[in-house]
């Protein structure tokens, strides 16, 4: 059975930092793209950004760049998204997933659960 958790997340002020995990069980991250998603209140899910199985970062939002990273650890079959200068905005619950590729035409396989970030202000 393939899961995915998401972890990390929790409430920091505006300015601070967070490191989420994603961590796989039942699959081999290895040959996964890994994108994350948030949805705030209210609003859609929203794609944010992308890491290919060579570890190339693709960005979907123009307003997370320069602020968010993402890495990947294929011994601990986890990808890690760095978030820092955080703005309330950026407040969503935050979602990984299992993709076939970080460019458009994706095939998205599996979710993890979600893990919620708030941000104060």
């Known amino acids: 059975q393939v899961q995915l958790v998401e972890s990390g997340g929790g409430l920091v002020q505006f300015g601070g930092s967070l490191r989420l995990s994603c961590t796989a069980s039942?699959?081999?991250?290895?040959?996964?793209?890994i994108g994350w998603f948030r949805q705030a209140p209210g609003k859609e899910r929203e794609r944010v950004l992308c890491?290919?199985?060579?570890?190339?970062?693709?960005y979907y939002l123009d307003s997370v760049k320069g602020r968010f990273t993402l890495s990947r650890d294929n011994s601990k079959n986890t990808v890690y998204l760095q978030m820092n200068s955080l703005k309330p905005e950026d407040t969503a619950v935050y979602y990984c997933?299992?993709?076939?590729?970080?460019?458009?035409?994706?095939?998205?396989?599996?979710w993890g659960q979600g893990t919620q970030v708030t941000v104060s202000p």
């Open positions: 997933a299992t993709l076939s590729q970080c460019t458009d035409g994706y095939y998205l396989d599996d």
């Open positions: 890491i290919s199985s060579s570890a190339d970062t693709t």
């Open positions: 039942g699959l081999s991250l290895t040959y996964y793209a």
